[in-house]
């Protein structure tokens, strides 16, 4: 049984940009600045853009492993490439946190942390074995602790097992089988979070509808991009215009409640039309600053909140007690980082550098060594002659 679509070998430098921006904006969401963009929908509510990658990873997963999985392309192969894709920086980042807290209890300074060591909300045993196994998004601990966007990480390794299994061992129905899912676990989510936006509850049904999602928009894309390379550049000016307009004023004004069940089909919309490249905005998303941030997407999504919370809290709360100065201002009861609007604006944008550079780093030492690493040992085992 093979599947009917056609076989497309493409690397999508506009989809990765687009996730490139997206993990800026959840590093933005996670820092409460006193600047031009605070309380800004676009940019202070993170979450929503956690289901864009997982839809991304649907469509590119299944492009990449769809059909080979259809025919018998092994699962443990499959499962050890994701593993080491995800595991390593999360694992890594994670011990940063725990090593920075040891630290704190050996020379602690009084002011220069919201919390003791290892009493933040959740910050308990359960939750650590839980990050070490990578199960906190399974319903199995109550709190959002040390490197929080991490969940989405632990539900999306175990959405591509169960998408590898689905693929693997019924191919002749997987379509069937995964609108099923898709359609149930979303039914799930709402039913019993209130809308989309479900972390440790019902976070993994979310992960797997918005992953299935992206699965269908590659479906669709691998039947018409045939007939869409036929079409003028200008078609797809217009529509990508037309279509970013329409999703920004969605994310902006609409994705709440109910409605917000049906950000992951905005999304499929927007990676299906941005997968063909072929318009004014897509040229925009392949300059090279773009296709940076995009190859550094998964590090500053994953570092950002160590930067946030220990790499730049922690110093400029010790400045504060030892100058006497003060830098951070309280609006609506909460702490914001900045004393007026272009001081906190200025002190937002120092803040993503240090993301980007500090990603730029975890990207060369540790996403992409283990990436490779693991690729070869597969080569290797499959070079290896049989006894």
Not at 12 to 28: E, H, Q
Not at 291 to 313: E, Q
Request: charged share 15%.
């Amino acid at each position: 049984m093979t599947m009917t679509q056609t076989s497309i070998s493409r690397y999508f430098n506009a989809l990765d940009s687009f996730r490139g921006i997206c993990a800026l904006i959840v590093a933005m969401s996670h820092f409460n600045g006193n600047s031009i963009f605070d309380g800004s929908p676009l940019f202070d509510r993170g979450s929503v853009y956690v289901d864009f990658f997982f839809v991304l990873s649907g469509f590119v997963i299944f492009s990449s492993y769809g059909q080979r999985l259809v025919e018998g392309y092994s699962l443990r192969k499959f499962i050890w490439l994701r593993f080491w894709r995800l595991y390593p920086l999360h694992i890594s980042v994670f011990l940063a946190f725990v090593i920075v807290d040891l630290f704190q209890m050996l020379v602690h300074v009084d002011g220069a942390a919201l919390y003791a060591p290892f009493s933040a909300p959740g910050e308990s045993v359960d939750v650590i074995v839980a990050n070490v196994f990578l199960v906190q998004s399974l319903h199995v601990v109550d709190h959002v602790a040390f490197n929080g966007p991490s969940w989405s990480i632990s539900a999306e390794f175990y959405t591509y097992i169960l998408f590898g299994l689905v693929l693997f061992f019924s191919p002749r129905f997987y379509r069937i089988i995964l609108v099923t899912m898709a359609i149930s676990f979303a039914v799930i989510v709402y039913t019993y979070h209130g809308n989309l936006f479900a972390k440790l509850d019902f976070g993994y049904f979310r992960c797997v509808y918005g992953f299935m999602c992206g699965v269908f928009a590659y479906e669709v894309f691998s039947r018409l991009v045939c007939w869409g390379e036929t079409l003028p550049k200008r078609i797809f000016d217009i529509l990508e215009v037309l279509v970013f307009s329409l999703v920004v004023i969605y994310l902006q004004f609409f994705a709440y409640n109910l409605a917000s069940m049906a950000v992951p089909l905005i999304f499929s919309v927007l990676v299906l039309l941005f997968a063909f490249e072929k318009g004014i905005i897509s040229s925009f998303l392949k300059t090279k600053p773009l296709l940076f941030l995009g190859m550094l997407s998964y590090s500053i999504y994953m570092v950002h909140m160590f930067v946030s919370g220990k790499f730049f809290a922690l110093p400029l709360r010790l400045i504060e007690k030892l100058t006497g100065h003060h830098y951070t201002v309280i609006i609506d009861s909460i702490e914001h980082y900045g004393t007026n609007l272009w001081f906190g604006t200025f002190l937002e944008l120092f803040y993503l550098c240090i993301v980007v550079a500090c990603s730029y780093v975890s990207y060369r030492l540790i996403e992409n060594p283990f990436r490779i690493w693991s690729k070869r040992v597969l080569k290797n085992r499959e070079n290896q002659p049989a006894i």
